[in-house]
């Protein structure tokens, strides 16, 4: 799936759980937790499927405990759908080729700018957290004391990180303009992934049982 | 006609009283290369800034004087890891980004891209992830998208900051290579012991105006060594209580003691 | 848009999700994760802070995908942090702290409904706990599920707008005047 073209994972992920909010309980969910399943375990048994299963598992745990069986069941395995099929999007899914989808699609290239940006920067931050969390450690910090205590102890912690994150607003602001990066401009794509009459026919198709299934349910 | 001439620029960072930049003129000729030497807050950062036409358009501020540019500049900033561009996720496509950008044809774009890389000496970095590379690196990687660019002013502030000794050397002789194919550049730099091979002209700036400008025999006068803004062996002649004028390089040292 | 907002909202939203390591290290029941959007919301105004709000749950979606439908909670924090802005509000702990309880109430009242009709009332850890303790204490399950939902969104809010004032107060005047609405949120303007 890995070589499918980036719109048509997206579609899919979307679709599957729209259908089993849509479509009749219990048969329709179960219908879509399979085909997730299915796509989950292609991807790779110990990769994806199994952390799939185990980011699910708590749901039902806390559903069986606040409802009923036929509740539980229903909204279960709407919850497991999607669960299963995102976390299989995130497998497959390849940023670079979103991105470069995004741009030969015409996409605004400020618009896949902030996609890719934020994919990038969301690691870069939680490492700095991170780094400064030890380094507040190594001086003592430690998860105890009174609330205003604690308090004190995060705003010394996120402190730094938010001014810093701010200053470097400016920085990247600056690398960005001198490189080109222009609301409006027309971005050459570097490396377009091809994109099959057969999927596009594919994405239409999915989009339209989506939508008879809305019916469906309004009628 | 030079390609970027700055005539009594003042300039005034956002709320803020004090100018960044008092009265400064600075015209920069094809092929040349002038450095810009002094303290930190002296003004070098805000002028390259001016000369990049990024400040007052994206930092804002107030600029007063008259900026003239004849030709596409690129600026290199000091810090690299904020210059990255959050859209690559190869070399590769990061030393592209900015040629990309200007919708050049994609055989264009490949062409420079693999120039670029190869006067950096990291083609062989091409496929790695950008994240993953160290701040020396880094810099290399920046300074290679924006030459892709091909920009004909050159604008580079403390490029050597994360360079090891000889990635420095290297960079030096890459500035006067892209000097000889008659680019303009100007380089904010506290590398002094490098500014003599490297520059034509240097610029000493002291709170945001230029205190003196001239060839880099500047850089070994009794002001400039009293600033610390020297070269080394014109600082240790000047300590050694030895006479002016002070030697300029080890070179100029050593015919002097002969 | 002006390149400088541009590049503000990856980074306002890696501040949301990264915030999660401090809270973790104090041991604090709270989330932290509007902290972006709040923040892009009184530098920029809450266009790009909806920008930040819906690129937040887009990647926790990438990690948890029941955080999805809780994007409406996110564009109404950029929302009404616009409003609390323009009045502002973050001049002072003594605004900002009462304007984040008053947005806690809110959020906890929108993200019931959802959690409740969507989920059960189970979406995270937290809040799933606390739903088993409103029940076990004989309220109602929609009443139960409002209770794990305020429980842990009032808090949450209040010490968010209150984390965003000391920033934007420690922001140099030089760095702040650079952002459109900066000034006003911290009523110097």
Known sequence: MRTRHPFTLLTLAAALPTLAWLLPAPAGALGTAAVAFGLAAAAGVRRVLVPAVVTAAPFW????????????????????????????????????????????????VTVAYVFAATLSAVPLFRARARRIVEAQRCRGLSPRGSVAKRLRALRALALPLLLSALHEVDERALALETRGLRSGARRTPLAPPPDPALERAARWALLLVCIAALVGRLV | MNPL????????????????????????????IVALVGKVGAGASTLLLVAADLAPRITGGRLTGTVRRRARSGIVLPTPWT???????????????????????????????????ERLEIAALAERDPATLSGGEVQRVILAGILAMDPDVVLLDEPTAELDPAGARALWRLVRVLAGEGKAIVVATSDLDAVPAVADRVAWLEQGAVRAMGAPDLLAEEATCEAGLGTTVAGVWRAAGLAAPYPLTVADAIQRWR | MPVRLLALIPVAVAISLALSAAVEAVALPLFLDTTGTILATALAGPSVGVAVGVLTSAVNTLRNPTFWPFVVIQIIVALYAGLAARAGLFRGLRTAVPAGLGL???????????????????????????????????LPPLGACFFGSFV????????????????????????AARFPLALRAIGAA
């Open chain 1, 61 to 108: 745990l806390f559903l069986f405990v606040l409802h009923d069986l036929p509740t539980t069941l229903a909204i279960g395995l709407r919850i497991t759908t999607m669960v299963a099929g995102f976390v299989w999007l995130a497998a497959v899914l390849a940023p670079d080729r979103l991105v470069e989808a995004m741009v030969a699609r015409g996409w605004s």
């Open chain 2, 83 to 117: 210059q990255l561009s959050g859209m690559a996720f190869t070399v590769w496509d990061e030393v592209a980004f900015g040629p990309a950008n200007l919708g050049w044809p994609g055989r264009e774009i490949a062409r420079h891209v693999e120039r670029a890389l």
């Open chain 3, 152 to 175: 842990s969104d009032f808090g949450d809010k209040a010490v968010t707008f209150a984390l965003v004032t000391s920033v934007l107060h420690a922001l140099p005047r030089r760095t």
């Open chain 3, 104 to 138: 806690g109430v809110i959020a906890s009242l929108t993200s019931t409904p959802i959690s409740y009709f969507l989920f059960g009332c189970t979406t995270t850890g937290g809040i799933a706990l606390t739903t088993a303790l409103g029940r076990a204490l004989g």
């Open chain 2, 5 to 32: 001439t700055l005539e009594g620029v003042e300039f005034h960072y956002p709320a803020t009283e004090a100018p960044a930049l008092r009265d400064v003129s600075l015209a920069v000729a094809a092929g040349e």
